[in-house]
């Protein structure tokens, strides 16, 4: 039996994000967790997250889950969601805190200039709603989801990544922004597929499936 660990650092849509998880693959053993030994054990990780940088990065260092988190991330199929994307980088404007430096690159506030829709109307920030996610190029993550398929996004801040070959996925608010990047065992993206309706559903399904 596959064993998920849904890291539990206080931040998260967990119970959603786990219930998401069980639909898609009911002989899983699910584990929404906060024990680093669990983590360590588990054969997939998802670290779920939303809510400010600072208080995410905050959480999980006092949990005790920061190394666990990377280790996850160097050797097992790993998902990250929303914070658990950002967090993968070197740096967040939001706070002005270091994140875990899997990746390179920073992450970004939406510049207040470019907030403008494609009608001449004001944009609001947070990015809230249904956006199309245009992929990169095909990946085991994306099978079965149409190229330009929507996804659910709740977030202010958006990943800048220093190397464009991580980029699995792309959307536009007012400006273009990486929606999921990918590299080795790990993809990551900005959206909540566990609120993204059947496209959600799949690539949660496709998470469980793949072996990286």
Same mark, same amino acid.
Request: with cysteine.
């Given at each position: 039996m596959s064993t998920v660990a849904v890291v539990d650092y206080g931040m998260g849509n967990l119970r959603s994000v786990a219930k998401a998880i069980e639909h898609v693959a009911p002989h899983a053993k699910v584990l929404v967790t906060a024990d &680093?030994?669990?983590?360590?054990?588990?054969?997939? *990780? *998802?670290?779920?997250?939303?809510?400010?940088?600072?208080?995410?990065?905050?959480?999980?260092?006092? #949990?005790?889950? #920061?190394d666990a988190v990377i280790a996850a991330a160097a050797t097992r199929p790993f998902l990250g969601i929303c914070i658990g994307l950002q967090m993968l980088f070197e740096h967040s404007e939001e706070g002005d805190v270091?994140?875990?430096? *899997? =990746?390179?690159?920073?992450?970004?506030? =939406?510049?207040?200039?470019a907030m403008v829709g494609v009608d001449g109307s004001r944009l609001k920030v947070p990015h809230m709603g249904w956006n199309e996610v245009e992929q990169a190029e095909p990946h085991p993550m994306w099978h079965g989801i149409a190229n330009g398929s929507r996804f659910y996004f709740v #977030?202010?801040?958006? *990943?800048?990544?220093?190397? &464009?070959?991580v980029i699995a996925g792309s959307t536009v608010y007012g400006i273009p922004f990486t929606s999921a990047v990918a590299r080795n065992n790990i993809f990551a993206v900005q959206f909540h597929p566990e609120k993204s309706a059947q496209s959600g559903l799949a690539l949660l399904g496709n998470f469980m499936s793949w072996n990286p």
């Open positions: &680093p030994a669990q983590v360590a054990a588990a054969d997939r *990780v *998802v670290v779920p997250g939303q809510g400010a940088m600072p208080d995410c990065m905050r959480e999980l260092n006092e #949990h005790g889950l #920061h270091p994140g875990l430096a *899997v =990746f390179p690159g920073n992450v970004r506030k =939406f510049p207040d200039e #977030h202010s801040y958006y *990943v800048e990544p220093a190397q &464009p070959d």
